[in-house]
């Protein structure tokens, strides 16, 4: 069982930071591409409806990189999409400036953090 269990978190740990992890098999690798996009795009896609405000403000790369670090670094505490939303919300409530700078306007924010 531990065996499937060290499978079960290296598939979710590529799925969730394709960065970092190598895979040397040409096929195998085409294989994961699938699974990381379904995955994000997903998610992105639940947070673009679920946070239009933010999304517009944001740059496409901005709002990509937000997006990613939320898929990567948020132990989401629970495995159903109508959570996301809240999930989301302690996500950015863990890092002030993103909740911060939002919060008290977006352009000074964007200013202080070198995102013009």
Not at 92 to 111: E, F, V
């Amino acid at each position: 069982m531990d065996d499937f269990k060290t499978v079960q978190r290296n598939f979710t740990r590529a799925i969730r930071d394709p960065q970092k992890m190598a895979i040397s098999d040409r096929e195998a690798q085409r294989r994961m591409e699938i699974y990381q996009a379904l995955f994000f795009n997903n998610i992105n896609q639940f947070l673009c409806n679920g946070f239009p405000v933010l999304h517009q403000t944001l740059s496409d790369k901005q709002w990509q990189a937000l997006a990613r670090d939320f898929f990567i670094q948020h132990p989401a505490a629970s495995p159903y999409f109508c959570n996301i939303s809240k999930e989301f919300i302690d996500f950015l409530a863990q890092r002030p400036p993103y909740w911060n700078g939002c919060r008290t306007g977006c352009r000074s924010w964007h200013i202080m953090n070198g995102w013009n």
